[in-house]
């Protein structure tokens, strides 16, 4: 890890939303995560590292070793999209709702993709 505590040996710096100062100071913290489902809490876990992209497959198999079932469907925002958690989700039969990372970029009017982005190559499958 890049980053130490003095004062919390497992917490990792990060950006916190709420910054005082607007220097974009970091303190050291965890990313929580919570599950609901009919707006109850059915579980929560919390993360050293700072993105949300990195937690949501040990979340999910923290909720299937507390349940002892996968959940059925998963509700996420952009922070929450990539190619590995949809390849999680799609070969565990979840039903996700998770917007990719550039989603909101590209609803923009002035919006051009990038031919050189490998994202934008394309494939041949032959």
């Not at 497992?10 to 965890?30: I, L």
């Not at 299937?64 to 958690?85: F, I, K, P």
């Amino acid at each position: 890890r890049n980053s130490y505590s003095k004062t919390d040996n497992d917490a990792t710096f990060m950006r916190m939303k709420e910054d005082a100062m607007r220097n974009g100071q970091t303190k050291p913290g965890y990313n929580l995560q919570i599950g609901t489902g009919n707006q109850f809490i059915t579980d929560f876990a919390l993360f050293p590292n700072p993105t949300d992209t990195l937690t949501l497959i040990p979340f999910l198999q923290s909720f299937s070793s507390r349940y002892d079932r996968l959940a059925h469907t998963v509700v996420a925002d952009s922070g929450y999209g990539s190619e590995e958690n949809y390849r999680f989700m799609s070969e565990n039969g979840m039903e996700a709702y998770v917007k990719y990372n550039y989603f909101h970029m590209e609803q923009r009017p002035r919006f051009k993709p990038d031919p050189f982005k490998a994202e934008n190559f394309y494939y041949n499958e032959e």
